[in-house]
């Protein structure tokens, strides 16, 4: 066996789907980086996997055609996603018109993969952010499977994966885009590891996981299989999220991110709203806004049927200002220095101990700033 490992790998698994010999294993270490496991005596030499690999051959690229501030019309899809409930309901709109949808979701083990939605009864399931990498698994001889058979697929993703789908399946009327803007992820054996941590701490096997709720923002939030909640911490004191708003245990890919520019692979893309402190979005807001950038016609189409049809509410918006204040838009995530600490600390001790050598005062600081004190 023969491992590559590459810094910039962002562990989509095109290479391992397309590989005609299976040789392919994509792997982790523990902290930061994912490397491709290659079987030698087996490989063809064919280059299938460096021509699909979104890092190596980014697909074509374009320039949004225009940009909307906006918000569903449906209150309580909003009020379960973490800002304007666009992709939810994208996901209605296609589903009413038996358009396959595929997301993020997290499975009965709490492994976050994309997945298909299976039906109304679902979305929720796939509403709100999730801060740790998606498993793309075999979704991709799936998705290339039901586009022969002439079925239309909408697949909202990270912008590498979209990347990596794209190199794999090809341009095609009847798969449909869309990338979230992101600013980097967590590697998920870190998540693994502070679940285990926190079911230890509980005494209790979580059942599900939520970040970004309306009531514990950039908190995590963990709830047992009756749906009561058995943990929450915020941002300050869950050493996952403080390690995560830190700039701590990215995939190592994020520092070298090709998708980090103003111009997309996708047909369409979601973000938080950002615009100036003297401004805010000229629609009615049942939470807060997103900020969706058209892409291509095709992302065109789709949008203005489903703002039709579904009632979204939304208005044009500045497309310079929306790249100026996003920077994902211009750069992408800084590999802090602390970084290199925390991979020391992690060859001889657990994330949630190294993380709280890091930044020991976190909590202190939070009280202060709460009673207003300097």
């Known amino acids: ?15 391992e789907n397309v590989c005609p010999q299976n040789c392919i294993r994509i792997d982790s270490n523990r902290v930061d980086y994912f490397e491709a496991v290659v079987d030698e005596k087996k490989c063809l030499k064919c280059g299938k996997c460096k021509r699909v690999c979104p890092q190596i051959n980014p697909p074509e690229k374009n320039s949004a055609i225009v940009a909307y501030n906006a918000c569903s019309s449906n209150g309580a899809l909003c009020m379960r996603s973490s800002s304007g409930g666009i992709a939810s309901t994208l996901y209605k709109y296609c589903l009413e018109r038996n358009i396959k949808c595929i997301g993020v979701k997290f499975d009965n083990d709490l492994k976050l993969s994309y997945q298909f939605v299976n039906g109304m009864e679902d979305l929720r399931s796939f509403a709100g952010s999730k801060y740790v990498h998606g498993d793309m698994h075999n979704i991709y001889g799936i998705v290339r499977d039901e586009i022969k058979k002439g079925k239309k697929i909408l697949f909202i993703g990270l912008p590498c994966h979209v ?76 050493e996952y999220m403080l390690a995560f708003r830190r700039g701590i245990g990215y995939c190592s890919s994020c520092y070298d991110c090709k998708y980090a520019t103003d111009k997309r692979c996708s047909d369409m893309t979601i973000k938080d709203c950002t615009m100036p402190a003297n401004e805010k979005p000229r629609i ?22 489903c703002v039709l049809n579904e009632g979204i509410n939304c208005e044009k918006y500045s497309l310079d ?34 993380i709280r050598i890091m930044y020991p005062l976190s909590g202190v600081f939070k009280e202060k700033i709460e009673r207003g004190e300097k």
């Open 163 to 238: 990347a990596g789908l794209l190199n794999v399946v090809g341009p095609n009327d009847n798969l449909i885009t869309i990338d979230l803007t992101c600013d980097a992820v967590m590697m998920p054996s870190l998540f693994r590891d502070h679940l285990r941590y926190v079911e230890d701490h509980i005494g209790t096997k979580a059942h599900d996981v939520r970040f970004r709720q309306k009531d514990n923002e950039y908190g995590l939030t963990v709830v047992n299989d009756r749906g009561n909640v058995v943990y929450k911490k915020d941002a300050w004191t869950d």
């Open 1 to 15: 066996m023969h491992r590559i490992t590459l810094e910039r790998c962002s562990g989509c698994r095109a290479c």
């Open 284 to 305: 009615k807001l049942y939470y807060r806004a997103s900020q969706v950038l058209i892409n291509t016609e095709k992302g065109r189409k789709i949008w203005d049927a």
């Open 321 to 354: 200002k929306i790249i100026r204040a996003e920077k994902r838009f211009r750069y992408p995530a800084r590999n802090v220095k602390g970084n290199c600490v925390f991979r020391m600390l992690m060859k001889v001790l657990s994330f949630e101990h190294a």
